[in-house]
């Protein structure tokens, strides 16, 4: 039982998408993908720095298209998965996976989802930061006295946390006992409350795009449940913008649901990484560029790594 799984925004480097330029087909459908989500990724994933891509405006957009043209370039191979799951903005990568949305909409979707949390991190100066190593409770507590929220339980003690600039330093100074707090290079809180105008736009997009019900597995960062309706999964996708990404429950559902392997779309990395201390022992496969499809592929249509 083997999962394809999309990551999320901070996976992306400086010209990870040249390589797969150079498939057959893929400058035109990357361009076709940039015309719908109004951004040019082809030179964004190509030649912009560091800088230009960690921007949500940017980063976003980027991210769904390469787990798109990883999706193109698997081809049958990613119809032999039993499910789908994509974190944070990785879900609507899944989406496209699963059958909910075309990969128009989707880029659509995200071009909008993008610009509406830039936005809204825009009005008050705000951060994230790793937690590595903390008791979740204690945490919690720590949390509640700064006035700091959870905005990605990650799994595998990591638990990322968002909020005033202030608020963060203030953790870093005084972290919970055994825990590292490590600053994350973020435009914003997000995942937390203060994306709330983000999430009333982003729904408007939403509720003008057609979803259609999943054809696979489908689970949800909301709480590591399965969604068999393609609008209700688009509701979650709407509310996840500012609640936090429960993958480690995410991770506990492959678990109990028997899964075999892991296959992470590109720019892989962080899923596998988290997949190795939260799914100890079950194989996995990450895409960072075409020289990574045999290995999926392989492992989608065997169970077994290449």
């Known amino acids: 039982m083997i999962v394809i799984v999309a990551p999320g925004q901070g996976s992306q480097k400086p010209g990870f998408l040249s390589p797969w330029l150079e498939l057959p087909g893929v400058p035109e459908r990357l361009r076709a993908l940039s015309d719908a989500a109004g951004i040019d990724l082809v030179e964004h994933g190509t030649v912009s720095d560091a800088d230009t891509i960690r921007d949500t405006l940017v980063a976003q957009p980027l991210i769904v298209a390469a ?87 990650n799994g595998g003690g990591q638990i990322v946390v968002a909020g005033a600039l202030d608020a963060l330093a203030a953790l870093a100074e005084a972290p919970p006992e055994r825990a590292r707090v490590i600053p994350l290079q973020t435009a914003g809180a997000f995942h937390t409350h203060f994306m709330a105008p983000a999430v009333e736009r982003f729904r408007a997009k939403a509720a003008a795009t057609t979803a259609t019900d999943p054809s696979s597995t489908l689970w949800t960062n909301r ?63 990450g895409i960072t560029t075409p020289d990574d499809l045999e290995a999926a592929a392989a492992l989608l249509e065997t169970g077994a790594a290449a």
């Open 223 to 285: 709480d590591g449940s399965t969604v068999a309706s393609g609008v209700e999964y688009l509701e979650l996708i709407v509310g996840q913008v500012s609640s936090p990404v429960r993958w480690d429950l995410c991770m506990a559902a492959f678990a109990d649901a028997g899964v075999t392997g892991i296959v992470e779309l590109a720019p892989a990395g962080a899923l596998t990484g988290l997949a190795k201390r939260g799914l100890r022992g079950v194989p996995s496969v």
């Open 67 to 153: 787990g798109i043209l990883t999706l193109d370039a698997l081809g049958e191979h990613a119809s032999r998965a039993a499910g789908f799951a994509g974190h944070s903005v990785g879900e609507i990568t899944a989406a496209v996976a699963a059958g909910v949305l075309d990969a128009q909409s989707a880029m659509a979707l995200v071009g909008e989802r993008a610009r509406a949390m830039a936005d809204a991190a825009a009005e008050t100066p705000t951060g994230m930061a790793a937690v590595l190593g903390a008791d979740e409770a204690v945490l919690e507590a720590r949390l509640a006295e700064l006035g700091l929220q959870p905005a990605n339980y």
